[in-house]
């Protein structure tokens, strides 16, 4: 069963990376919609430097982020970014 924990009220587009995954995690689609907006080109490039493919790096990018092993609530409980991870 889902935590249901209420949701932050704060628009997301002003919320810090840490408090959108956190709020992404406990299914605030919106969070996660703003979250990739900021960092998507970011990944996307990342991941086409790695893979030298456009169409490579556009699936590994929608597995990360789409598929069902979203790992959101583990990065909500970071304090610090990963590494890597583009810091706000």
């Known amino acids: 069963m889902p935590h249901t924990a209420p ?3 704060t628009h997301p587009e002003n919320a810090s990376d840490p408090d959108l995954a956190g709020r992404a995690a406990q299914g605030d689609t919106q969070a996660f919609e703003c979250i990739m907006r900021r960092h998507n080109q970011l990944l996307f490039r990342t991941a086409r430097g790695i893979l030298r493919n456009d169409d490579d790096a556009e699936d590994a990018l929608q597995d990360a982020t ?5 790992r959101w609530a583990a990065f909500a409980t970071m304090r610090a970014c990963p590494p890597g991870w583009p810091a706000s």
Do not use: H, R
Request: net charge positive; hydrophobic share 10%.
């Open 66 to 70: 789409c598929g069902p092993g979203k």
């Open 7 to 9: 949701i932050p009220t």
